[in-house]
């Protein structure tokens, strides 16, 4: 979405005595991203498209955050239809069916 962000009169002097004929007015557009509403997209079609771009940028955030910061990161998504998508950085720390059920039954007593 283009919208303007600053107007100059005439060639950025203050002055605006000049002839309109020999003098330009200048709007300066920027690109800017508009704003969301957050609500389910209901088209299909459109919601997987949004789904698969920012579960991979989810997935290479967690990836910088650990590389940055030294951080142990872990990062489990679970699309609609159920498929599991995984992050790890550490190479200990695997999402096997088995130790998943422990992982999430551990983390859910400590609630």
């Known amino acids: 979405m283009w919208k303007p962000v600053e107007v100059t009169w005439p060639l ?3 002055e605006k005595d ?13 690109m800017v991203r ?11 079609s459109s919601r997987q498209v949004t789904f698969s771009k920012r579960r991979n940028g989810l997935l290479k955030k967690a990836y910088e955050l650990s ?4 951080a142990e990161v872990a990062l489990i998504v679970f699309s609609q239809k159920g498929r ?7 190479e200990y ?3 096997t069916p088995t130790t998943f059920y422990i992982s999430v039954s551990f983390f859910l007593m400590l609630f």
């Open 12 to 14: 950025g002097k203050e």
């Open 18 to 30: 000049c002839s309109i004929s020999t003098q330009f007015c200048f709007v300066l557009l920027k």
């Open 34 to 44: 508009g704003k969301i509403e957050m609500k389910r997209i209901e088209n299909a």
């Open 67 to 70: 590389v940055l910061c030294d």
């Open 84 to 90: 599991l998508y995984e992050f790890a950085s550490s």
């Open 93 to 95: 720390v695997s999402f």
